[in-house]
């Protein structure tokens, strides 16, 4: 049997998901973000960028209001009416102070207690590698949960330091420890990826609904197997 994922801790009032792209957060967490803010507890989304360069046939200026709606449309979905965006260049993201800096500052604002970003590491499960702009966003939402913290560092940012950080939640990893309990929330999961049509529709053939429907049921019954049978979002936390 494969090792248990342990439930994620619920504890907490307020989650800051930041991720590199629109759309990063609908492949799998947002079904746990709907079990959340149904709960009562307050998610907030800062994209680091537009997501510009994400659609072949749409030019970066236009696939960026086109994605920011859809992104808008898709954190709706799920009862996440704050979202946010940095303005970093799509697909040439830089890992660094800066990067740190504007997140610690995210940070500092919003008070999470519980952080969400996406796998930063080289690949994905050992067989595709991850992106330039994925490895450099997680790297620097694990660092800047420290940085916010610490009122030596960055000490111009508007808001106070903020140290509450309890945990740090990473999406996709290839070594997950917990899980969230998604059954009653999966469809609004689905829901919140096919948002994203136009990036879809140009990624395959599929329709949106369906491609969106398979892809997730896939990952949460996966995961079922090591969380007693329960569809669910699996997570790897750090804890602080
Ligand atoms: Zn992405």
Redesign the pocket.
Known sequence: MPQQLDPLPDDWERALAV???P??LEYGCAAAVAAWTDAGREVTYLMVTRGEAGIDTLDPARAARVREREQRDSAAVVGVTAVEFLDHPDGVVEYGTALRRDIAAAIRRHRPELLIT?NPEDTWGGTYWN?P??RAVGRAVLDAAGDAGNRWIFPDTEAKPWNGVRWVAVAGSDAPTHAVDVTGTLERGVQSLTRHRAYIEALTGEDPETYARNLLEGFARETAERFADRLAVPFRLYRR
């Open positions: 991720v590199a792209h759309d990063d996406l992106t702009d994925h």
